[in-house]
C-alpha cells in the first residue's frame, strides 16, 4: 500500500470513528434526509396512482378494459425497473446519483402529465417508470448503508422509514386527488410532480448528512446449523426445481411464438391456446418465463439445506401473487367502484373517490403496533405463529375483504325500468335479451356488465345495479349515423394534416344534412374555450387544434339517438339511488389492510433470512418481481370489469384467494420443514 493509500485509509477511518461517536445518541441525520425525500417521492407516486385510472376513463373517456391495460403496463413495470436501475447503480452510477436520475426523470413525468395530448400521456408514463427503478432500490439501500453491520438501530431505521413511505401515501390522495377531481387533473398531475422536486431538493441539500459507514454494505451467509450442508435436499425441493426448469423453458418458447404470431411472422389461427394470446400476454407469458428459468438456475446450483430454503421462498411465491393481484385492485377496480357505485355523501360534502386511496396507509399506521404486540404476546404464550402461517392468514383476510364486496355487490344489484319505444341502429340484442352494442369485439358486445335489458313486445328497458355516466355516453356513441361519424373522422384527419404544417390554424366540416336528433350542448364543447365547437351559421364543425381522443368522442354524443338518451338519463337518475354506503369500503379496506400486515413485512424479512449469501440480491430482486405478476394479474382483472357483474367479479377473488389460503394451510407444515429452523 503506498502513501496515499495509508492516508486515506487513515482519513476515512477517523471520519468513521467520529461517525460512531455521533451516532451513539441516537439515529444519524441523515435517516431524517432519507426518511423526507421518501416521503415525498411516495407522495407523487400515489397521488398520481390514485388519479391514474379517472383521468383514463373520466377524461380521456376510455373504455374500462382499455385503461386497464394501460394501468396494468404501468404498474407492472413499476415493480420491474428496479432491477435495472439497482444493477446500473451497483456496477457504474452508485446509489446516490442513481437517485438524483431517478427523481428527475419522475419529476419530468409527472409535469408532462399536464398535457393532454396521447403522446404526452405514453412518455409520461415511460419517464415514471424509469425515474421509480433509479429510484427506489437505492434509497432502500442508502438507508442501510448509513449504520454499520450489526448496528441493532438498522430495523428501527427501517421502520422509521416505512412509516415515511406510509405517510407520503396517506397525504398524496388527500390532496393530489382533491385538487385531481375537485379542480382539474392536470392539477394534481402538477402537485404531484412538486412532491418530487421537493423530495429532490431535500435530498440534494441533506447531502452533507447522508454518509454511508464503511462496512455497512457487506452481506453475511445465512447462519447454518452445524452439519446441516451434509443433508440431502428434500424430494420436493429436487422436484420442484425440475419443474421450474421445464416451465421456464416451455413460458418462453409460448412466448415468442405468440410474439412472432402477433407480428404477423407466424400462422396461429389453428393453433387453440396461441391464437388468443394478446401481444402483452404474450410478453407477460416471456418474462414469467425468464424468471422461472432464472430461478431454476439459481436452484440447480444449491444442494441440501440451502437448496430447501431456496425451495420454501419459491413455494410462497405464487401465494404471494395471488395476494398482491386481489390486493393492487385498489388503484384500479376498486377506485371505479368508489367513483361510480359508492355514495359518497357525508356530513354534507361529497368525499372526492380518491380519499379511500388514503384509507390503507392510514390503517398502516394505526395497526402495525397493535400487530407487532400481538406476535409477541403470541410467541409469549408459546404459540409462535410462523411466516408460512401468517401468509396463510394475510391470504385468507385478502380474501375475506372481497367477501364484504359481494355484499356491496348484492346491495347494488337492484332493479328499475323504463320505456323505449325501439333500439336505435347500433345497439342489438343478443340471445340473452342483453342490450349490446354492434361490432364489439365479438360482434355483439353487452353494456353495462350484461345488466342491461330490452324487451322488444312490452317496450321496456330494464336495468339492475347502477347505470353511470361513461356507460350511459358509451351506449349512446354506438347510436351516432354514419355519416356524422365520417364527418367527425374528417375533422380529425384534417386538423391533425393542418397541425403538421402550422401553430394557429382553424378547419371546418360542413353537415350537408344535420342528423334527426342533433344538439351540440351534449358534448360540453365550446369553441373558445376547448378550440373545438360548432357553427350554426354555416352548419359546421369546427377545430382549431389537433383533436385528442377525448374531443372525437364528445363530438358523437351531438347526433345520438333522443328517445335513447331520454331512457338512458331516466336509469341514471332512478339507479343514483342504488349506491351503496361507504362503510362497505372501508370495511374492506380494513381487512385488506390486516391481510398485508400479516403479509408484506415478513416476506422482506424470510427472504434474506433463508437466501444464500452469493444469491441474495437475485432473490431479493425475484421476490419482488411478485408484485410485478401480481400488477399484470390485476390489470387484467381489470380488463373483464364490467364484461361481467360486480358479484361474479367480486366472487371469482374470493374463491382464488380462500382456494390459495387453504392450499397454504396445508403446504405449512412442509414449507417449515424446508425452512431448517428459520422463523
Not at 188 to 202: E, Q, R, S, T, Y
Not at 454 to 460: E, F, L, S, V
Not at 603 to 610: D, F
Amino acid at each position: 500500500m503506498d502513501s496515499n493509500q495509508e492516508v486515506f485509509v487513515a482519513s476515512r477511518d477517523r471520519a468513521n470513528e467520529e461517525v460512531h461517536r455521533a451516532m451513539k445518541a441516537g439515529h444519524p441525520p441523515g435517516l431524517a434526509v432519507l426518511f423526507f425525500t421518501e416521503l415525498w417521492e411516495r407522495f407523487s407516486y400515489y397521488g398520481m396512482r390514485a388519479l391514474l385510472i379517472l383521468y383514463m376513463t373520466n377524461h380521456f373517456l376510455w373504455s374500462q378494459d382499455k385503461a386497464s391495460a394501460y394501468y396494468k403496463w404501468y404498474t407492472s413495470l413499476v415493480y420491474f425497473s428496479p432491477l435495472l436501475g439497482g444493477y446500473l447503480a451497483d456496477r457504474w452510477l452508485g446509489n446516490r446519483l442513481a437517485v438524483i436520475i431517478g427523481g428527475t426523470l419522475m419529476a419530468i413525468g409527472h409535469f408532462l402529465m399536464a398535457f393532454e395530448q396521447y403522446e404526452m400521456f405514453l412518455s409520461a408514463l415511460i419517464f415514471l417508470i424509469l425515474g421509480n427503478g433509479f429510484f427506489k432500490p437505492n434509497m432502500s439501500t442508502q438507508v442501510g448503508r448509513l449504520y454499520p453491520e450489526g448496528d441493532a438501530r438498522r430495523d428501527s431505521a427501517y421502520t422509521i422509514f416505512y412509516m415515511g413511505i406510509n405517510l407520503g401515501a396517506l397525504l398524496s390522495p388527500l390532496i393530489c386527488g382533491t385538487l385531481g377531481e375537485g379542480v382539474g387533473f392536470h392539477w394534481g398531475f402538477g402537485a404531484a410532480g412538486v412532491g418530487m422536486v421537493l423530495g429532490l431538493i431535500i435530498y440534494l441539500a441533506g447531502q452533507p448528512w447522508v454518509v454511508e459507514v464503511s462496512g455497512s454494505s457487506k452481506t453475511h451467509a445465512v447462519a447454518v446449523e452445524v452439519g446441516a450442508s451434509e443433508r440431502p435436499a428434500h424430494w420436493l425441493s429436487l422436484l420442484f426445481r425440475n419443474v421450474l426448469a421445464i416451465a421456464g423453458a416451455v413460458l418462453v418458447a409460448a412466448s415468442a411464438v405468440g410474439i412472432l404470431g402477433r407480428l404477423g411472422w407466424l400462422a396461429l389461427d389453428s393453433v387453440p391456446l396461441l391464437s388468443t394470446l394478446t401481444l402483452d400476454n404474450a410478453a407477460a407469458l416471456g418474462i414469467a418465463g425468464v424468471a422461472a428459468s432464472i430461478m431454476a438456475w439459481i436452484a440447480f446450483q444449491l444442494e441440501g439445506v440451502a437448496l430447501d430454503r431456496v425451495t420454501a421462498i419459491y413455494a410462497l411465491f405464487l401465494f404471494v401473487m395471488c395476494f398482491w393481484a386481489a390486493f393492487e385492485q385498489a388503484g384500479n377496480v376498486m377506485n371505479i367502484w368508489a367513483d361510480k357505485h359508492t355514495a359518497r355523501q357525508w356530513v354534507g360534502i361529497e368525499v372526492p373517490a380518491t380519499w379511500f386511496q388514503a384509507v390503507n396507509p392510514l390503517l398502516i399506521v394505526l395497526l402495525a403496533p397493535p400487530f407487532a404486540m400481538l406476535w409477541t404476546f403470541l410467541a409469549q404464550k408459546g404459540w409462535h405463529m410462523s411466516i408460512p402461517a401468517k401468509m396463510a392468514w394475510g391470504v385468507f383476510l385478502m380474501g375475506l375483504s372481497f367477501t364484504v364486496m359481494i355484499g356491496a355487490a348484492w346491495m347494488e344489484d337492484r332493479p328499475t325500468e323504463t320505456t323505449l319505444p325501439s333500439l336505435p341502429p347500433g345497439l342489438a340484442l343478443n340471445q340473452h335479451g342483453q342490450v349490446c352494442i354492434v361490432g364489439g369485439a365479438e360482434g355483439l358486445e353487452p353494456v353495462s356488465f350484461g345488466r342491461l335489458l330490452y324487451d322488444p313486445a312490452t317496450g321496456r328497458l330494464a336495468l339492475r345495479g347502477v347505470l353511470t355516466d361513461l356507460e350511459r355516453d358509451r351506449i349512446l356513441r354506438a347510436t351516432a349515423p354514419r355519416e356524422y361519424r365520417q364527418a367527425v373522422e374528417e375533422l380529425v384527419q384534417r386538423a391533425d394534416n393542418a397541425a403538421e404544417r402550422e401553430r394557429h390554424f382553424e378547419v371546418r366540416v360542413q353537415l350537408d344534412t344535420l342528423p334527426k336528433d342533433f344538439d351540440f350542448r351534449y358534448t360540453t364543447l365550446d369553441l373558445e374555450k376547448h378550440r373545438v365547437g360548432y357553427d350554426p351559421h354555416s352548419q359546421s364543425l369546427v377545430a382549431r387544434k389537433r383533436l385528442a381522443d377525448r374531443e372525437q368522442k364528445l363530438l358523437l354524443l351531438a347526433a345520438v339517438d333522443a328517445p335513447l338518451r331520454q331512457a338512458l338519463e331516466e336509469l341514471v337518475r332512478q339507479s343514483s339511488a342504488f349506491r351503496v354506503s361507504m362503510w362497505w369500503l372501508l370495511v374492506h379496506y380494513l381487512l385488506a389492510t390486516a391481510g398485508e400486515l400479516c403479509l408484506s413485512p415478513v416476506g422482506l424479512s424470510m427472504v434474506s433470512k433463508l437466501s444464500p449469501a452469493r444469491f441474495a440480491t437475485m432473490l431479493m430482486g425475484l421476490w419482488l418481481m411478485t408484485s410485478f405478476f401480481g400488477n399484470f394479474i390485476a390489470g387484467a382483472f381489470g380488463e373483464i370489469w364490467g364484461t361481467i357483474t360486480p358479484v361474479a367479479f367480486f366472487s371469482t377473488f374470493v374463491l382464488i384467494l380462500m382456494t390459495a389460503a387453504c392450499i397454504l394451510v396445508v403446504l405449512i407444515r412442509p414449507i417449515r420443514k424446508m425452512m431448517h429452523g428459520v422463523n
